[in-house]
DNA sequence: TAGTGGTCTAGACCACATA
DNA sequence: ATGTGGTCTAGACCACTAC
């Protein structure tokens, strides 16, 4: 005997702690609240601080907390749930369109995008980026990659400033027939997570789009979508749409 | 003059090191490799050994690599696309369904789980477990949600073997009137760690749906898949699904 | 038994926000 | 100037796999 295996579960420190903190989360805290630093909590609960950092950074990740750089460490609001469609088969940039065209570039489309397109290479792309803002936040960025080929009643000669939307306009020419998604885990670019307020290398979920017409994939999109705050959300039933309003679906993970 | 700003740009070591392994893995490297184990690594580039790990953790979230507790670390495929509807309205376990039935118990519903419903806290639900596998891979697990008062011809005295089947076919009984879906980052709890071959905290894209049927929610899922290994797709195109054929559309994330 | 990735420690310094 | 989270180090030991 001696050995009887009691406390044999052998839970790593920072997972219990993780269920610890959780749980006085929902018991102790108000969304918002501001949470004691993490030397303190490390200290109060007897562990070193890269450990409890382990702990925190995986409620992060769960959308539980939020943790800035020289503020400190508050407790998240539930995620937001942002529509990704299909709500209708709609061009980009159509009329209640939840984005925001932020600029436009011309130039020859990456090799990723090329592939996405079907397109050659070098083939020249408008490339629009957009955000999208929901309740005062950055949740999304976008870039759209529109082949000028899709476009070719696009003027030349126009002012940066008019060059994006006059892209999406002359998109909606176009017969869309039809979109396909994809979604995956991703970490945040430099560009995306400055536009985000977060930092580089921040999880997010990439939404990739592509849209037919005329017989072939007439533009192609990246969206780059916060994962700590936002849920996506894929409205497919005809009709019962109005009956809830984003009940919490967080989940104990 | 003197600290004329060289070099100014303060890149963490960790995410330099992510670019360069990025490129070597891309150049290098074929899918399956086995890498120098974390301590060469480290060495290799002049770094600690927890600051090498930070870049390989990420490249994992990304996908780029998988890592094995006594075994090594190995160059990642690219993800898998795995289709999440709706390719049509139905039941789950129609016919080529993409998921088997693991098991199944009735019991009252937890809470997050009511509300997803929209029923009562304590109602019965029968509590189906499915998985998906893809080329020998699993790659979700999940947890079905019936309300007992959605399959009301359900047979009393039934083998826990054909439990879960029974309240699927029961189900098909209904019309189903619509779906929605959200898609969000968790990480993955213990029980869903083992089935996906993978450790507990493991990130993971959970897709939370909602089948309606007779003017109300009819039953609910959540749905576990692996974030490192998976793209969800949502084919919403009607005819152009053919043409393409999963290109390769990771990003220079 | 040897070698791998996973966990953990106790420090240090840095970048950033705020007062 | 102070306090926060972010990065980094140089170790140690553990759990797991495979030989």
Redesign the interface.
């Known amino acids: 005997m001696g050995t009887t295996q009691l406390e044999a579960v052998q839970e790593p420190k920072y997972?219990h702690l993780?269920t610890v903190l959780n749980d006085a989360l929902d018991s102790e805290f108000e969304v918002g609240e501001i949470l004691p630093n993490e030397r303190d909590l490390a200290a109060r609960f007897g562990v070193a601080r890269a450990t409890l950092r382990q702990a925190l950074e995986?409620l992060e990740?769960?959308?539980r907390l939020q943790r800035r750089r020289g503020v400190g460490t508050t407790v998240a609001p539930p995620?937001i749930?942002v529509s990704v469609?299909?709500s209708a088969?709609v061009w980009p940039g159509a009329v209640r369109d939840a984005w925001s065209t932020v600029g436009c570039v011309e130039a020859a489309a990456?090799a990723?995008i090329a592939?996405?397109l079907?397109t050659g290479r070098e083939e020249a792309v408008h490339t629009v980026r957009r955000e999208r803002v929901v309740q005062g936040q950055p949740v999304a960025t976008e870039l759209l990659y529109v082949p000028t080929a899709s476009v070719p009643g696009l003027s030349a000669l126009l002012t940066p400033a008019e060059h994006g939307p006059a892209v999406l306009r002359e998109l909606h020419a176009l017969d869309l027939?039809?979109?396909?998604?994809?979604?995956?885990?991703?970490?945040?670019?430099a560009e995306d997570a400055r536009q985000l307020d977060r930092l580089?290398?921040a999880?997010?979920?990439?939404v990739?789009t592509?849209y037919?017409a005329q017989?072939?994939v007439a533009a192609a999109s990246?969206a780059t979508y916060r994962?700590?705050t936002?849920?996506?959300?894929?409205?497919?039933?005809?009709?019962?749409?109005v009956?809830?309003d984003q009940?919490?679906?967080?989940?104990?993970?």
């Open positions: 997972w993780k995986q990740l769960e959308g995620r749930g469609g299909p088969n990456p990723p592939a996405l079907g027939e039809g979109e396909d998604r994809a979604v995956e885990l991703g970490s945040a670019r580089p290398g999880p997010v979920l990439v990739t592509r037919y017989g072939g990246v994962a700590d936002c849920r996506l959300t894929f409205g497919d039933s005809g009709a019962l749409e009956l809830h009940p919490d679906t967080r989940r104990a993970s």
